[in-house]
T-cell receptor, first 114, second 115 residues
Framework: DAGVIQSPRHEVTEMGQEVTLRCKPI?????LFWYRQTMMRGLELLIY????????DSGMPEDRFSAKMPNASFSTLKIQPSEPRDSAVYFC????????????FGPGTRLLVL | QQQVKQSPQSLIVQKGGISIINCAYENTAFDYFPWYQQFPGKGPALLIA?????SEKKEGRFTISFNKSAKQFSLHIMDSQPGDSATYFC??????????????FGQGTILTVHP
């Protein structure tokens, strides 16, 4: 299996622009997680889905952030409008039902908002 | 109560030495405690995990020690190698609760093993 696939790997944008991060989970996995990693705050869970349905979005920092999972093989995390403080590495992870705590992480998207 | 506190923030060990990273938690409902390893430019990867019904789990050079009464668990890396240099995260989850699958991560420990 190819593992969790994320795109783009790097994104540089200007403040106020819309940013869309993409994730393809491992085939057959039922859970999908979006994390944000910064030096100051460490690894934070933003939102997670089970069978394409959002289960917990309490980590989404504010209304500028939104996430969707239209089908089992694709999810997006959108930031609109972006701000410099959104600069971070964003990870997507997936896992199987029954072993949901065993999460497989993608390589991440490094976002820089100028 | 959802926090997992990890120490130290950074650790330098000589090749062949023992690396020890500690974590403490407050939520007594946590029942799964994994450790993740992250190399620069990569996503975290599961290294080893333990459930509270045992006090120790060993996989190769990596051992988790778990103290339920103290609400603490630690990762020991025996015979540390330069290739072990990475950031290590402890985590915890409550498999039986409404947050099934949700991991709470510690702040991470940057381990450097000198040759």
């Amino acid at each position: 299996d190819a593992g969790v696939i994320q795109s783009p790997r790097h994104e540089v944008t200007e403040m106020g622009q819309e940013v869309t991060l993409r994730c393809k989970p491992i085939s057959g996995h039922d859970y999908l997680f979006w994390y944000r990693q910064t030096m100051m705050r460490g690894l934070e869970l933003l939102i997670y889905f089970n069978n394409n349905v959002p289960i917990d979005d309490s980590g989404m920092p504010e209304d500028r952030f939104s996430a969707k999972m239209p089908n089992a093989s694709f999810s997006t995390l959108k930031i609109q409008p972006s701000e410099p403080r959104d600069s971070a590495v964003y990870f997507c992870a997936s896992s199987l039902a029954g072993l949901a705590e065993t999460q497989y992480f993608g390589p991440g998207t490094r976002l820089l908002v100028l | 109560q959802q926090q997992v506190k990890q120490s130290p923030q950074s650790l330098i060990v000589q090749k062949g030495g023992i690396s020890i990273i500690n974590c403490a938690y407050e939520n007594t409902a946590f029942d799964y405690f994994p450790w993740y390893q992250q190399f620069p430019g990569k996503g975290p990867a599961l290294l080893i995990a333990i459930r509270p019904d045992v006090s120790e789990k060993k996989e190769g050079r990596f051992t988790i020690s778990f103290n339920k009464s103290a609400k603490q668990f630690s990762l020991h890396i025996m015979d540390s190698q330069p290739g072990d240099s990475a950031t290590y995260f402890c985590a915890a989850s409550n498999a039986g609760g409404t947050s099934y699958g949700k991991l709470t991560f510690g702040q991470g420990t940057i381990l450097t093993v000198h040759p």
